[in-house]
């Protein structure tokens, strides 16, 4: 299958009083129509810069974008503006991302007046009922606004909003880690639900690896900006090969005394995105690190038929 969306050697980078915050540094990857690409990595690796910047909610410092074939990264405002249709977002915090002045009917509505003008009223009211059902919601909840809602149900307006435009990509921007763990995977399975039935493709942000594994087709790993490892989700979770993968993944809690990993333990300091030295950016923090680490940036290698890691491999087990 062909790339729904592509990047290349995206960079966004931030001016400081100290230097040149380096948040999204030369990451490159392609997703499959339909299909779920995970980005994982600690808080302030990038991850949210890296969804907004491919979405050209921030503009790139350097680096190109393509969606569907064409290239996006030169386009106009205006030439944007209608491609948000089919790129949509949905973001971390269900409650801050709607309107408390808006009933949930004018919220979802508001992108249907935007990308349908010609749609009469009543089109737009049986558009925002169905659109309420596809996501679990009652229409009797037509007239409530937010403050009414619980964290669960604001998240289901935040997407039935983001499907009214009928897109065709979504960037989830940790939408479940405002939730209560109960909620998470109702939600969860709403977006497969969905996904499956109108056909979607997602890039799925979050720190916490084991959601990502439940949700993702493609996992790609963030570490202080940049992309360490990136493989489909079966090698990623079988066979780890970047010490970093491999300390998130032992952290993940387990029931099952035979199926847990044994505890890989970070020490060292976390280095800094502004102004970044040549070499490793995991390099002071991990356990096989050597001279040839810190020698020059380390590039993604490709050490399977899906599989990614960015990695001199001094030692680290494979």
Do not use: W
């Not at 339909?34 to 921030?58: A, D, F, P």
């Amino acid at each position: 299958m062909s790339a729904l969306l592509e990047v290349r050697a995206l960079s966004r980078y931030f001016k400081v009083a100290t230097g040149v915050l380096h948040a999204v540094d030369d990451v490159s990857f392609r997703i499959e129509a339909g299909k779920t690409l995970g980005i994982v990595g600690e808080s302030g690796c990038g991850k949210s810069t890296l969804g907004r910047t491919m979405l050209r909610l921030q503009e790139p410092t350097a680096g190109r974008i393509f969606f569907d074939g064409m290239d996006i990264t030169a386009f106009s405002r205006e030439e944007m503006r209608q491609m948000r249709r089919y790129m949509q977002i949905i973001f971390q915090d269900p409650y801050a991302s709607l309107d408390p002045r808006l009933t949930i009917a004018q919220s979802i509505e508001e992108p249907l007046k935007v990308f349908f003008p010609k749609m009469s009223e009543r089109e737009r009211r049986e558009r925002i009922e169905s659109l309420m059902e596809l996501v679990g919601l009652s229409r009797r909840d037509l007239n409530a606004y937010p403050h009414e809602f619980d964290g669960g149900r604001r998240q289901r307006v935040v997407i039935a909003r983001a499907l009214a435009a009928e897109p065709r990509f979504v960037v989830c921007d940790e939408p479940v880690s405002a939730l209560d763990v109960s909620v998470q995977a109702q939600i969860l399975n709403l977006m497969m639900d969905l996904q499956e039935r109108l056909h979607l493709t997602y890039v799925f942000i979050s720190h916490d690896l084991s959601v990502v594994g439940h949700i993702s087709d493609h996992v790609g790993v963030m570490y202080l900006g940049q992309l360490v490892e990136y493989a489909d989700k079966e090698t990623l979770f079988r066979a780890p090969a970047h010490p970093y993968t491999q300390a998130l993944l032992s952290a993940i809690p387990s029931v099952d005394l035979d199926a847990r990993r044994e505890r890989v333990l970070l020490r060292g300091e976390i280095g800094s995105p502004i102004d970044p030295k040549p070499g490793c950016r995991f390099a002071p923090r991990c356990g096989y690190a050597c001279p040839a680490c810190s020698a020059g940036d380390v590039a993604l290698e490709q050490i399977g038929s899906e599989h990614y890691v960015a990695c001199t491999r001094c030692g680290a087990p494979s």
